[in-house]
């Protein structure tokens, strides 16, 4: 039973690189979501999609942050430069009903911005 | 802003021993919340223990039960009998109706249950 799947599990980036994480919904799912969890801020909503469309951006992250889904199985989230603030377990989760209300999240990408 | 908060951040309990994991939240810009309970077990990714979005309701999965109680804001998660296999992490969170993507989390207490 395939879950949702992202890579990779830890990224280690020096400040101003570019990196990319990836993630494979639930087969079958339309909405897509990335969040952004740390201790202090809690989870935080990067994007939304919805059928490959882009619904929510998540407003104070559309500077650096740029998260695309190419096909209804496979999303990518863009830093792009990378600053120490962004060390955060970065979340994808996925939904296949209407309301959104039972989501099923991957294990996560734990990024280290040094 | 509204806020979900989770007093304790790890508690212990013996196998067979009932469970409490309190959960109080604020709700100022949502009337009446969705509130859930998500649970992470050890090398998996979160996933959803139970939901209620009626006040006075209660939601049960797993043996787990939790009742949304509108005048004390609570949404406690509690079993009568724990197993070892419980042992994880648990996050009570709340949503607008309708909106459940939109989650705000509390932040989590993790459950060791002794063998």
């Known amino acids: 039973d395939a879950g949702v799947t992202q890579t990779p599990r830890h990224e280690v980036a020096e400040k101003g690189q570019t990196i990319i994480l990836k993630c494979e919904p639930v087969?079958?799912?339309?909405?897509l979501f990335w969040y952004r969890q740390t201790k202090i801020q809690g989870l935080e909503l990067l994007s939304y999609?919805?059928?490959?469309?882009?619904?929510?951006d998540g407003g104070a992250f559309k500077d650096r942050f740029k998260a695309e889904m190419l096909n209804s199985s496979f999303s990518t989230l863009k830093i792009q430069p990378t600053e120490p603030k962004d060390s955060a377990v970065y979340l994808c989760?996925?939904?296949?009903?209407?309301?959104?209300?039972?989501?099923?999240f991957g294990h996560g990408t734990k990024l280290s911005v040094l | 802003g509204d806020s979900v908060t989770q007093t304790e951040g790890q508690v212990t309990v013996s196998e067979s021993k009932s469970l409490i994991i309190n959960c109080t939240y604020s709700?100022?810009?949502?009337?009446?919340?969705?509130l859930f309970w998500y649970v992470r077990y050890p090398g998996e990714g979160l996933q959803l223990l139970l939901k209620?979005?009626?006040?006075?309701q209660k939601g049960s999965s797993r043996g787990f039960e939790a009742t949304y109680n509108k005048e004390a804001t609570s949404f406690h998660l509690q079993k009568a009998s724990v197993q070892e296999s419980d042992s994880a992490v648990y996050y009570c969170?709340?949503?607008?109706?309708?909106?459940?993507?939109?989650?705000?989390f509390g932040t989590g207490t993790s459950l060791l249950v002794d063998p």
């Open positions: 969170a709340l949503s607008a109706t309708n909106m459940g993507y939109k989650l705000t």
């Open positions: 087969s079958g799912h339309n909405d």
């Open positions: 999609f919805r059928s490959k469309s882009l619904m929510e």
């Open positions: 989760a996925s939904s296949g009903d209407i309301s959104n209300e039972r989501l099923f």
């Open positions: 209620v979005i009626t006040a006075g």
């Open positions: 709700a100022t810009s949502i009337g009446y919340p969705n």
